[in-house]
């Protein structure tokens, strides 16, 4: 409720949400984004004054433009969760155009989340252990990052999350070494994953933080989209090439080795249940 007040406080605060596009076009450095100028002389509180737009909504644009600038779309959003710690969050179609240079354009900044420099390598350690299947880990950096309770009762929730885990089958290696990201398999049994996850999320002392509800909603407006120029596109492996150069950043190529290690032997020790595991090379 407290939040919900304060969003809606803050979005009818026009100087408030000029602040947010200031703020965004100096902390956004991704590839074929633009931010639009503010106008500070003619804002007031009840009036915005920025920089006209010409253009279309990304959702709207040809296939061409949508896959060409989704990857953009994705690497702007992971950016602000695992490196900006301030989140734009009201992605929907009708803020997210492309202007006449083709670029990726974000307005309307009424409505932003600051991400507590909250334990960026543990943020980005969790999405290491995501994509390589270890969900023992998982339940540790949930720890970490406050999401789960210190003396949650971890050796009832592993069989829960694992059972749901290898269900989701989110990738399989292949062959030559590389992730192959099933999505059709893995759109057909979304919903029963999900309310497999709702009934865990109910029974365990899970908190999820608001901010975290509004990223993955951008995610969800984003895949949604890009479905419309790629029927094959998948959020994860957009997301995978940003998230692990970010793991490499933070952790060092020797910290996500030593990540991925673990949870190639933690696969190991499962098989044949875990089919998700992990390679890193320089």
């Known amino acids: 409720m407290d939040t919900f007040a304060n969003a ?44 006209w737009i010409t253009g279309i909504q990304l959702a709207k644009s040809s296939p061409e433009t949508i896959r060409r600038l989704i990857p953009c779309g994705v690497e702007c959003f992971l950016s602000q969760l695992l490196s900006i710690g301030f989140f734009h969050s009201d992605p929907h179609p009708g803020n997210l155009l492309v202007n006449e240079k083709g670029e990726l354009v974000l307005i309307d900044f009424g409505l932003c989340a600051e991400v507590q420099q909250l334990d960026t390598e543990g943020m ?9 299947g ?39 290696q292949t062959e030559r070494n590389k992730f192959h990201f099933k999505t059709q398999e893995r759109r057909a049994q979304f919903k029963h994953i ?18 975290f509800a509004l990223i993955t909603r ?10 419309s120029g790629d029927s094959n596109f998948d959020i994860f492996a957009a997301a995978y090439p940003y998230a692990q150069s970010r793991a490499i950043e933070v ?32």
């Open 218 to 227: 951008a995610l969800i407006v984003l895949e949604g989209i890009a479905v």
């Open 251 to 282: 952790l060092g190529w020797k910290g996500v080795a030593r990540v991925a290690g673990a949870a190639a032997a933690a696969a190991a020790a499962q098989e044949p249940r875990i089919t998700a595991t992990s390679s890193v090379q320089k």
């Open 134 to 172: 270890d969900v023992s880990a998982l339940v540790d950096d949930a720890v970490a990052l406050r999401f789960l309770p210190e003396d949650v009762k971890k050796e009832t929730l592993l069989p829960a999350l694992q059972s749901v885990f290898d269900d989701a089958q989110l990738a399989e």
């Open 8 to 51: 809606s406080f803050y979005e009818l605060d026009y100087v408030h949400e000029a602040n947010n596009q200031e703020r965004f076009s100096t902390l956004i450095q991704t590839d074929n984004v633009y931010i639009p100028k503010i106008y500070k002389k003619y804002i007031t509180r009840k009036v915005l004054t920025t920089e």
């Open 124 to 132: 980005t350690s969790a999405i290491v252990h995501l994509m390589s």
């Open 194 to 211: 999900s309310r497999d996850l709702n009934k865990i999320f109910y029974e365990f002392p899970f908190v999820v933080p608001e901010y």
